[in-house]
C-alpha cells in the first residue's frame, strides 16, 4: 500500500488511530491513565508558555505526515509559522510537515523502540526537538536533530531550546501529573 492510499483509508481518523509507517499500517496502543495524565497537562503546560505571544500552538494526536510516513505523536507542538490556516484564520485540518516538537508517551503496552524510531525519524526530517516520556520508568530521553540521545531522570530539567526558547520543566513536576488528585476531606 502506497502513503497516498492509506490517507484515503476511511478508518485512518477512527480509533484505535491507524499510522503508516516504512509501508506497513500499524495500529496506535491505546494509553491508559499515566499517559493519559501526562498527555493532558503537558499541552496545557506548553500552551500556557508559548501562547502569551503568540509562538506557536500544541496538538494532541495531531497526524503529521512527512518523509514517508504518516503519524500520530501523542503531542505536537508547532510554530505559528507552521500552522498553516486559511483565507478565515482557521486552521487547516491537514498537516503535511514533522512537528516542531515530537513527544512519544509510554504505556504499559506500548514498545519504546518503536516510539524511539518515530522520534529518529522526525528529528532527522525536519522535527528540532522530541521527547519521549516513560512514567514507568521515571524518565525522560531528549532528542535533537544531529546530536545524541540524552536521558533525564527526575532530578533533570527540560528545556525547548530551539522550539521553545527559555521554556524549562523539571522532569520531577512532568512526573507528578501522573499522582491522582487527593481530595481534601467533606467539611474542610
Known amino acids: 500500500m502506497s502513503l497516498e492510499e492509506f490517507l484515503h483509508l476511511p478508518e485512518i481518523d477512527e480509533k484505535p488511530y491507524l499510522e503508516f509507517i516504512d509501508g506497513k499500517v500499524e495500529a496506535k496502543v491505546s494509553p491508559q491513565k ?37 503519524i500520530i505523536p501523542d503531542v505536537a507542538f508547532l510554530l505559528r509559522e507552521h500552522i498553516a490556516v486559511d483565507a478565515n484564520g482557521e486552521a487547516v485540518n491537514e498537516t503535511l510537515i514533522p512537528p516542531d516538537l515530537h513527544v512519544e508517551i509510554i504505556s504499559p503496552d506500548q514498545s519504546p523502540r518503536k516510539a524511539r524510531e518515530k522520534l529518529r525519524h522526525s528529528t532527522r526530517n525536519g522535527c528540532a526537538l522530541g521527547w519521549l516520556i516513560h512514567p514507568e520508568r521515571r524518565t525522560v530521553e531528549v532528542y535533537r536533530a544531529g546530536r545524541s540521545i540524552k536521558r533525564f531522570v527526575e532530578d533533570g530539567m527540560l528545556d525547548g531550546d530551539p522550539v521553545l526558547p527559555g521554556f524549562r520543566l523539571a522532569v520531577s513536576e512532568l512526573l507528578s501529573w501522573t499522582k491522582p488528585f487527593v481530595l481534601p476531606p467533606p467539611g474542610d
Open 34 to 70: 499515566k499517559h493519559s495524565l501526562i498527555a493532558t497537562r503537558l499541552p496545557r503546560c506548553l500552551d500556557d508558555y508559548a501562547m502569551p505571544t503568540g509562538l506557536g500552538c500544541s496538538f494532541v494526536e495531531l497526524r503529521c505526515t512527512f518523509a514517508g510516513r504518516s
